[in-house]
């Protein structure tokens, strides 16, 4: 990751999943560790191997092909032979015939209409594509991965949250229950300071366990066992983007799905190319030599014995195969059409993401202001409430209240903030630029 970024730091307690690990993953490592391990990532990188294996003038077929073959044979029969001309007739039992022979052949295709050119275009074409894709399949895990490792630092503050919660309800059970054991409270409000305590007990078990669920999920994102310890790093890096009308001409120019359609709308017309070379005559060459020599047990010829070279040309030119050639030539005309369509939808698609993209964050980055402002209110209330409640004029319940508010506005602006990261990602992977 090279672009500009901010740092996001999140104060979070330590939540129940406990990490061994030295190494803390930073945002980067995590990135970094998925594009090396992740699965997904090790199929398409093979898949490109095997693609690049096939881009070769010989796969094309600009090579001629070379065999070698061998042939005997046997039998014993019992023969009766008739020649005209007034030779006299021959008969043999158990007349036994040989034939044994060897030979080394070669065939080339000198033209056929640059079926081969289209071919090995075709090749290129194919690897070119195999490589956008994998590229598609990386980003794909990265922002999966860069997700996980931010839905566990929410779920780590989620977690500080519950325990501040919790904290309060228990604060609040005991101050109940001194009241009421004063004759102050009456046994309504107890039970119901009780309940709030096992229900906030409960949403804190339930935080911790979210936590350590995410820490799996980024596990395996990362290419590791579910239950490796895991300790990340609590600096969340936030990218810098540049005006509107860049980030759209990025999208145009590098978004990772209008280059595979492009390279897709390439293919068709190279198919189409190389249907209409099928149109022209084809001319191949062959050449052998070789040795034959067989023995003849019954007949004018007894035994024979060949060394030689043999050549020929073939040339064939199609006229008809019911309309085969011509509907294929039409199918891989209308196929450029489809695919023109198609990379004008993956345009405009990605456009369309980018825009929704950059309305969420406008709307986020307001929100974040007034939710910084909110929790500023809040903060200055409880603070108050404090001063009150020590002098007597505030009853504890709202104290309580004053509390909760102030937790409740941390919650929406963290929710707010992980929010906006996640945008700012989904961001650089619609310009091409997450990994």
Not at 16 to 33: C, F, G, I, P, R
Request: with cysteine; glycine share 6%; net charge positive.
């Amino acid at each position: 990751m090279t672009w500009k970024i901010k740092i996001f730091t999140i104060v979070m307690a330590s939540a129940t999943w406990v990490s061994n690990a030295q190494d803390t993953l930073t945002l980067e490592k995590v990135v970094e560790k998925t594009l090396s391990a992740n699965l997904d990532v090790q199929i398409a990188q093979v898949q490109i191997q095997q693609s690049s294996n096939l881009v070769s003038l010989g796969q094309a077929g600009f090579f001629p092909s070379v065999s070698i073959g061998g042939n005997a044979a046997y039998s014993n029969n019992n023969t009766n032979l008739e020649f005209a001309g007034g030779l006299p007739p021959v008969e043999r039992n158990g007349a036994v015939n040989t034939a044994l022979g060897g030979n080394i052949g070669i065939n080339y295709t000198l033209f056929n209409g640059l079926g081969r050119v289209y071919s090995y275009r075709r090749l290129q074409t194919q690897q070119s594509l195999s490589v956008v894709q994998a590229k598609l399949v990386s980003e794909n895990a990265a922002l999966e991965a860069i997700n996980r490792f931010i839905n566990a630092q929410q779920a780590k503050a989620n977690v500080k949250l519950a325990k501040a919660n919790h904290k309060i309800s228990r604060e609040r059970l005991n101050y109940s229950r001194k009241a009421f054991a004063n004759g102050a409270n009456s046994k309504l409000d107890l039970l119901t300071a009780e309940i709030d305590a096992i229900n906030d007990s409960l949403l804190m078990i339930q935080a911790e366990s979210a936590y350590n669920k995410e820490i799996f999920a980024l596990n395996v994102s990362l290419g590791n066992q579910p239950e490796s310890a895991c300790l990340i790093s609590a600096n969340v890096p936030v990218p810098v983007l540049e005006t509107s009308d860049d980030l759209l001409k990025k999208v145009t120019d590098n978004n990772t799905a209008i280059i595979i359609a492009g390279l897709s709308k390439k293919l068709t017309e190279n198919q189409l190319k190389l249907s209409k070379s099928q149109q022209l005559p084809s001319l191949s060459m062959n050449a052998g030599y070789g040795y034959q020599s067989s023995q003849n047990g019954a007949g004018i010829i007894l035994s024979q014995n060949t060394l030689g070279v043999n050549t020929g040309l073939n040339l064939s030119m199609p006229i008809f195969n019911g309309k085969q050639l011509s509907n294929a030539i039409k199918n891989a005309t209308l196929d450029v059409q489809k695919s023109s369509f198609e990379k004008e939808k993956a345009s405009l698609l990605a456009k369309q993401l980018m825009l929704e993209a950059l309305q969420d964050q406008t709307i986020l980055e307001v929100q974040i202001i007034n939710l910084n402002k909110s929790l500023q209110l809040a903060e200055q209330a409880l603070s108050r409430a404090k001063v009150a409640y020590q002098s007597g004029q505030l009853r504890f319940v709202e104290l309580r209240s004053a509390q909760t508010n102030k937790l409740q506005a941390e919650t929406g602006l963290l929710n707010a903030q992980m929010n906006l990261i996640r945008i700012r990602y989904s961001i650089k992977r619609l310009m091409g630029e997450l990994i």
